[in-house]
């Protein structure tokens, strides 16, 4: 696991950053979930949404973004009253569908963007660079 946490200032926006790969597994997708919660934690902010958000798109990274070998990456970053939530992938070419209707009621999976969907308030998806994509959320946090 490779880590990198800035903290630094800029002229009005203090700016807060934590970056670390980790294995395209399921046991990575929760130690996403896990590191997002001690890291806003030990930021001072709140992180029941974030960690929503972080768990679903940490298992699509596992689940449809997987190479094997290959690691995905986790970047939270807070700029003034918003915290990004980006998780990137190396399978650029599988993108995920940002209208997708939501699954029949008897689905046993297909919820994961809607519920990214629900709690921020933006997402989307951003391609490369090849062969790299990244899914992003926003999140604005509470004054």
Known sequence: MNAKIT???ESQAP??????LLSATRR????ARLLT???LGSWGLPSE???HVVAELAANAVLHGRVPVRDFRLDLAVTGATLRIEVTDTRGDRL???DAEPPADVAESGRGLLLVAALADRWGVRTGP??????????TLPD
Do not use: I
Not at 15 to 20: G, K, M
Not at 28 to 31: P, S
Not at 130 to 139: I, S, Y
């Open 37 to 39: 919660v001690a890291h």
């Open 130 to 139: 090849v062969p790299r994509k990244t899914v992003w959320a926003n999140l």
């Open 15 to 20: 700016v807060r950053q934590f970056t670390v």
């Open 28 to 31: 990575g997708a929760r130690l």
């Open 96 to 98: 995920p569908a940002t």
């Open 49 to 51: 949404r974030a960690a």
């Open 7 to 9: 903290t630094t200032t």
